[in-house]
């Protein structure tokens, strides 16, 4: 395991829930990225926080909400979302935003039913 | 389309043979990076190539930058069960601040 943890693991939630996917990094990092890997398809970035500030958003609907208290963690609320959204969200960090390596945690394996 | 296009989509080969796979992009690129990610589980950094170098040597694995044909490869020699994974490409390119990740090639090595 690196670095970054995330939890939970795996979750399970009906459409109409509320349920949050909490990202922790112990590596010093000022950049931290939410990616959401379906099958098939290439990771996409969802939302990338530069010390705590949101710099990127990439059209991501409204159900997604972000959060970032400090450096080292990241947060990602889910609100009455839809079963397309079953996947894998990967939370990541690096040293600072751009295109350096990047640190992955395990990921959380969502369902929705 | 997409940025960063890996090939094969799937490879399967006996322990101890080299595993060859490869990705092609379409704009400018500042680095390439590989990853690769055990099933169901985050991603890990295996080795950064940047726009101006050829060639990169990490343990078993070396990479290499065409940047002219806009295709990167990389190598695992004398593969082992335990490199089963899929392997992603991700590109820095020149005119944005983020990277980008190809859908990824599948190794199965067969013990």
Redo the contacts between chains.
């Keep these: 395991e690196t670095g970054v943890t995330q939890t939970p693991r795996h979750l399970v939630m009906g459409m109409t829930n509320k349920k949050s996917l909490k990202c922790e990094q112990h590596l010093g990092h000022n950049a931290m990225y939410w990616y959401k890997q379906s099958a098939k398809k290439p990771l996409e970035l969802m939302f990338v926080y530069s010390l705590e500030e949101r710099v990127e958003n990439n059209s991501v609907p409204s159900r997604f909400s972000p959060e970032c208290p400090n450096s080292s963690h990241l947060f990602l609320h889910l609100h009455t979302l839809q079963p397309e959204d079953s996947a894998l969200y990967l939370c990541a960090s690096s040293q600072d935003h751009g295109q350096g390596e990047q640190f992955f945690g395990p990921g959380t394996r969502l369902t929705v039913l | 389309s997409?940025q960063?296009e890996e090939d094969p989509q799937a490879l399967s080969i006996q322990e101890g043979e080299n595993a060859t796979m490869n990705c092609s992009y379409k704009t400018s690129i500042?680095?390439l990076?590989w990853?690769r990610q055990n099933s169901?589980?985050?991603?890990?950094?295996l080795i950064?190539i940047r726009s101006n170098e050829r060639e990169k040597h990490s343990g078993r694995l070396r990479v290499t930058l065409d940047t002219s044909k806009k295709s990167s490869s990389l190598l695992i020699t004398a593969s082992r069960a335990a490199d089963t994974a899929s392997y992603?490409c991700a590109t820095?390119e020149t005119s944005g601040?983020?990277?980008?990740?190809?859908?990824?090639t599948q190794l199965t090595v067969n013990p």
């Excluded at chain 2, 169901?40 to 950094?45: A, D, E, P, T």
């Excluded at chain 2, 601040?97 to 990824?104: D, I, Q, V």
Aim: hydrophobic share 25%; glycine share 26%; no cysteine.
């Design positions: 997409q960063g500042n680095n990076q990853y169901g589980r985050g991603l890990v950094h950064l992603f820095g601040s983020r990277l980008t990740f190809g859908e990824g």
